[in-house]
């Protein structure tokens, strides 16, 4: 799976739109790029997820680069509750990927009021 | 719909002791997972099972073992927990399929260890 690198904190105002940067310069043709989030000590909880078009679904948007090799997923209205660890994920789709996803560091997002 | 409900979610060992956590899914699931999670890292994958019966090695196997005796129960053990076993484990689950949205798991809500 390609490697992907996202900054280790980001702080954003409250009602504001957030947006958490990925790169991912090594993607493959069939690598799709996830997004999942974690809030403090609960499990993760998958966001959404892209190919190459821009994706949208109650939670989130994900945009795509032109060439594949980075992403940004926005929270359009953040609220304090979004305040968590936010993971970009590439991984293959088809196939493998049995053995799981990698979780790497991710990016904190502290939601200022 | 409970979704993947993990149990314990606290306990506490002694170095030697054994113990099993315990998670069930209801969303008829194929794939399950076993994750550990130690302080300002991401998770890393111990096991894994594709179906009842069968279970393979993640990333971090070692001083645990797991069971699938039944498709909704994904068992973790540690036969003498020691004290760098202290960890949040969390459990995962998904379906088998080759669509997009594959990788989309659903987890538990962790157990905590602590290994005195």
């Known amino acids: 799976d390609a490697k992907t690198t996202q900054p280790t904190s980001m702080d954003c105002a409250e009602g504001r739109a957030a947006n958490l940067p990925c790169n991912h310069s090594t993607i493959s043709g069939n690598e799709y790029v996830y997004w999942y989030r974690q809030i403090h000590s609960q499990g993760p909880q998958y966001i959404i997820h892209?190919?190459?078009n821009n994706e949208t679904n109650e939670m989130a948007s994900l945009i795509i680069t032109e060439d594949r090799k980075s992403s940004t997923l926005i929270l359009p209205h953040a609220t304090l509750r979004d305040t968590a660890v936010y993971y970009c994920i590439v991984r293959v789709e088809s196939g493998g990927g049995a053995d799981g996803l990698t979780f790497g560091k991710g990016t904190h997002l502290i939601i200022q009021p | 719909n409970a979704g993947v409900t993990q149990t314990p979610k606290f306990r506490v060992l002694k170095t030697g002791q054994s113990m099993t956590l315990l998670c069930a899914q209801d969303m008829n699931h194929e794939y399950m997972y076993w994750y550990r999670q130690d302080p300002g890292m991401g998770l890393r994958l111990i096991h894994y099972s594709v179906g009842e019966g069968t279970t393979a090695k993640g990333e971090v196997p070692d001083g645990y073992n797991v069971s699938r005796l039944k498709k909704q129960n994904f068992l973790l053990g540690l036969e003498s927990a020691a004290p760098s076993q202290t960890s949040v484990y969390f459990c995962a689950s998904r379906f088998i399929t080759r669509a997009p949205g594959a990788n989309v798991l659903t987890f538990g809500a962790g157990s905590r260890l602590t290994v005195l």
């Open positions: 892209g190919l190459k």
